[in-house]
């Protein structure tokens, strides 16, 4: 397996702007995970699936973001529309069970 | 790079020399622990993990102790190495609602 997949790498956009981020998880892992990483706040959880369906979005910073998990092997987080504090990386993660695998996360930058 | 330049607190050991690197998780109720590894322009990676029946477990240069009576977790690395260099996090997780939470993180730097 090639690992979490998540594209793009890199996003620049205008603020005002939609942005999707995608994330293909691990075949076979049952829970998925989004976390943004900032200078200020670290590692945050946002939301996260177990077996497609959304647990805990308590982490969502508000409702300019969303998520959704369409099938076992992709998820979205959009932001719409996007503000120069969205500006991060924002990392997909999935699991089965035990240690939660990370992508290589999308740096996004709001300008 | 994806260093992020968190202000972080940080740590510098001597190469050769072993590291600690401490943590603090917050749920009293957390059954689950690990230790994750995260360098530059990389997601964290997975280094070792504990369960909350266990004290003390070791891995390859590596031992995480678990002191559940005061909620703390530590990471020991042994005769540390430049490629050692990283953020270290610590994640707590309640298996049964499977919520990966992530602590503050400790960058540890390799002094020649």
């Known amino acids: 397996d090639a690992g979490v997949i998540q594209s793009p790498r890199h996003e620049v956009t205008e603020m005002g702007q939609e942005v999707t981020l995608r994330c293909k998880p ?24 177990n077996n497609n369906v959304p647990i805990d979005d308590s982490g969502m910073p508000e409702d300019r973001f969303s998520a959704k998990m369409p099938n076992a092997s992709f998820s979205t ?11 991060a990386v924002y990392f997909c993660a999935s699991n089965l069970n035990t240690e939660a695998f990370f992508g290589q996360g999308t740096r996004l930058t709001v300008v | 790079g ?3 330049g968190l202000h972080l607190p940080t740590l510098s050991v001597q190469e050769g020399d072993n590291s600690i690197i401490n ?13 994750y590894k995260q360098e530059s ?10 369960r909350s029946n266990m004290d003390k477990r070791q891995g390859q240069r590596v031992t995480v102790l678990l002191n559940k009576t005061v909620k703390h977790l530590s ?16 994640a707590e997780m309640l298996q049964g609602a499977q919520k990966l ?3 503050q993180g400790t960058r540890l730097t390799i002094n020649p």
């Open chain 1, 26 to 49: 691990i075949s076979g892992h049952n829970s998925l995970f989004w976390y943004r990483q900032t200078m200020m706040r670290g590692l945050e959880l946002l939301i996260y699936f």
């Open chain 2, 41 to 50: 322009g990389k997601g964290p990676q997975f280094i070792i993990d504990i």
């Open chain 2, 101 to 103: 939470v992530f602590g």
């Open chain 1, 77 to 87: 987080l959009k932001i719409q529309p996007s503000e120069p504090r969205d500006s």
């Open chain 2, 2 to 4: 994806e260093s992020v």
């Open chain 2, 75 to 90: 990471l020991q690395i042994a005769a540390t190495q430049p490629g050692d260099s990283a953020v270290y996090f610590c």
């Open chain 2, 23 to 35: 943590c603090a998780y917050s749920n009293s109720a957390s059954d689950y622990f690990i230790w």
